[in-house]
């Protein structure tokens, strides 16, 4: 499926490797993007590198022929999309002991992971009803939208997923296992942490949910609802489109169209989600800094600290 023509190239990318010195690889990755006038976050770590970035179609072209000159990068996983605006304020690279936390220092995807299933076979294995569909991304990602009968371990953050497999660990062992996340990474890691502790029959989607909603029709799909992306987008459709959420400046949680009708919602101040644990000092500051985005935008500028995004 062709990707609409929009002015900006996002690219969503991620690599297992052996990064030996992670923070050595960072002033010269720093530099490329800012002097391409890339903008995004890429974050390095001894396993390798992981994140988004946005620019013209040149910009994110020259950036990624660098990153695939790093060691084992030549096949960099990229996911792309467009956009109508430069949907990040700033370009940031980081080094962090993992590029997707999971706390598990002994899971190693270089070592093993489940089977790739392309968007196209994985309607196939997701109607088997002997597959059981696990879903890992985090509670508020699923809330935008998931596959049709997926299971939600309801986790905050990805680090709780192995808490989650043990606790059901009775219930998985021995089934056949189809895993999916947003963009592939966590699946990566998910599905090798399942073999790593005896699930063998464990299978992942490849290129995530990004990839099938590019690929695959709506009228084939059984995706439901919307997919949380972490950008100024929010969120994504079929097509890649862009979605209906917009995002909660004071929680930093998506906002459906309806929340969106609820009293509870305060255009800059509060959703459903959060509307019961602010006091008034802190929705004194969120009127403020509702008003320095207002005045911003009026400027026709971006108020940086507007579009602060959940972490994965």
């Not at 969503?12 to 923070?23: C, H, I, P, Q, T």
């Not at 720093?30 to 994140?51: F, H, M, P, W």
Request: charged content about 25%; proline content about 5%; some cysteine.
């Amino acid at each position: 499926m062709a990707l609409p023509l929009l002015p900006i190239q996002v690219a969503a990318l991620y690599r297992f490797a052996r990064f030996e010195d992670a923070a050595a690889l960072r002033p010269i990755l720093l530099e490329t993007c800012t002097a391409n006038g890339i903008k995004g976050t890429l974050l390095l770590a001894r396993e390798g590198i992981n994140g988004t970035i946005a620019g013209t179609l040149e910009a994110i072209d020259a950036v990624l022929a660098h990153i695939r000159t790093l060691p084992g990068c030549a096949d960099l996983e990229v996911k792309f999309s467009t956009a109508e605006t430069m949907p990040f304020h700033r370009m940031k690279v980081r080094v962090k002991r993992e590029i997707v936390t999971m706390g598990q220092p002994d899971v190693d995807p270089l070592t093993g992971t489940g089977h790739y299933v392309t968007p196209a076979d994985w309607n196939a294995l997701i109607d088997d009803p002997d597959t059981i569909v696990i879903d890992t991304r985090n509670d508020y990602e699923v809330k935008v939208g998931s596959f049709a009968g997926a299971v939600d371990p309801a986790t905050k953050s990805f680090s709780e997923f192995p808490a989650w497999f043990r606790e059901h660990r009775q219930e998985l062992v021995g089934k056949r296992i189809a895993m999916f996340c947003t963009g592939g990474i966590r699946c990566e890691k998910s599905t090798a942490f399942l073999k790593a502790q005896g699930v063998d029959d464990v299978h992942h989607l490849a290129g995530g949910i990004l990839k099938y909603l590019e690929e695959i029709p709506a009228a084939q799909s059984r995706w439901e609802g919307e997919c949380f992306v972490f950008d100024q987008r929010v969120s994504v459709g079929h097509g890649l489109d862009i979605g209906t959420h917009s995002l909660c400046h004071a929680c930093r949680m998506p906002v459906s169209p309806a929340d969106r009708t609820s009293p509870l919602y305060e255009d800059g101040l509060s959703c459903p989600a959060c509307h019961a644990t602010r006091d008034d000092e802190q929705r004194a500051g969120y009127a403020e800094r509702h008003r320095q985005v207002l005045m911003a935008e009026a400027r026709g500028e971006a108020h940086v600290g507007a579009v602060a995004r959940p972490k994965a």
